[in-house]
């Protein structure tokens, strides 16, 4: 939501491209049909410019994102043979499970027997706070 202000003040407070209540029109038709920074900035990208603005809008909206996804991707499977590297994905996995909900099921194909008991022996202050809090 922190970039649709950001395009709220680009496009309607300081360039003037559009206006405000067209804008806000444009956000809560972005926020019924899904992702809604996007949507928005497929929404001012045509209104501003045509089908080929909207597009284009979108396109450049998402392409940091993809590059980003895309080269981390290529940097895994290209050196995932490195010890170091196994080691931060495990830690992440570690970290991932360590946020689910309490009385969830801690397995995972990438987990081992010894980190799941590591991560139920770090779950049970927590739990135990929780049931004192419940």
Not at 50 to 73: D, E, N, Q, R, W
Not at 76 to 97: E, K, N, R
Request: hydrophobic residues 45%.
């Amino acid at each position: 939501m922190a970039i649709i202000a950001l395009m709220e003040h680009e496009l309607v407070r300081k360039r003037r491209g559009i206006g405000k209540k067209e804008f806000v029109h444009g956000v809560g038709l972005s926020q019924i049909l899904g992702p809604s920074a996007v949507n928005t900035a497929l929404f001012t990208g045509y209104r501003l410019y045509g089908t080929l603005g909207g597009l284009i809008a979108a396109s450049a909206f998402m392409a940091p994102s993809l590059v980003l996804v895309l080269i981390l991707s290529w940097l895994y499977f290209s050196y995932h043979a490195i010890p170091a590297l196994q080691g931060a994905v495990a830690g992440h996995d570690t970290w991932c499970m360590r946020r689910l909900p309490s009385g969830s099921r801690l397995e995972s194909a990438h987990t081992s027997h010894t980190m799941k008991s590591r991560i139920q022996t770090s779950w049970r202050p927590w739990m135990k706070e929780q049931r004192q809090l419940g």
